[in-house]
């Protein structure tokens, strides 16, 4: 009887000390699922003189609804060879529905520091309790070099903390004469992302 209720003792031991532990880098690879929390455009402008004035916060809803129709769960495992991908944009369009559209515009590109990810995810507000979070965090989207620079940003959920972090400027190829060029660059920017990420983790 005392051996049987050891036992027991130390396997709940066991699931309290697993349940809700920190993730590292290498769960990043070896994380059988993965929770995608969207578009971030709290720190994000438009480098583009001809758009200054315009209404650029709708534009990112543009962007998303437009990317939402390409990235889904599907798509995502195969990319991050998850086993299970679940969506939730919520935290990031709630912060984004904030943003001022004068705030927005630039004449040229900005700078986001590294340093200031972290408090970007501090921001959002999770109903999930744990696991690994994915989020892009936008800098700017530059009409001179064409290019869309942005942070492709691992997390543990339940502490928030950043555990991998990837700087990645990318182009592709289009007009970038139309609103929606921009959304067809974000798609793009994110498989060139992948493409990227599969040779980190090959």
Not at 21 to 43: C, I, P, R
Not at 111 to 127: F, G, H, R, V
């Amino acid at each position: 009887m005392k051996k049987s209720v050891l036992v027991s003792l130390v396997s709940l031991f066991s699931v309290i000390s697993t349940h809700g532990q920190k993730l590292t880098e290498k769960d990043v690879n070896s994380s059988k699922e993965l929770t995608f929390y969207g578009y971030d455009y709290t720190h994000f402008t438009l480098a583009d003189p001809k758009r200054m004035g315009q209404n650029i916060k709708n534009f990112i809803f543009i962007w998303n609804e437009y990317c939402n129709k390409s990235i889904n769960e599907k798509n995502l495992k195969k990319c991050f060879n998850k086993e299970k991908v679940t969506i939730n944009q919520e935290p990031t369009i709630k912060l984004n529905k904030r943003l001022n559209s004068d705030d927005l515009g630039s004449m040229k590109k900005n700078i986001l520091s590294k340093d200031s990810i972290q408090n970007c995810i501090n921001n959002y507000s999770i109903s999930e309790k744990e696991g690994l979070g994915f989020v892009i965090i936008y800098e700017c989207y530059d009409n001179d070099s064409k290019t869309i620079s942005a942070y492709y940003s691992f997390f543990d959920i339940g502490s928030k903390q950043i555990i991998r972090c990837d700087y990645f400027t990318s182009k592709y190829q289009t007009s970038y004469n139309r609103v929606n060029d921009w959304a067809i660059a974000t798609i793009g920017a994110l498989n060139n992302y992948i493409k990227f990420f599969k040779k980190v983790y090959k």
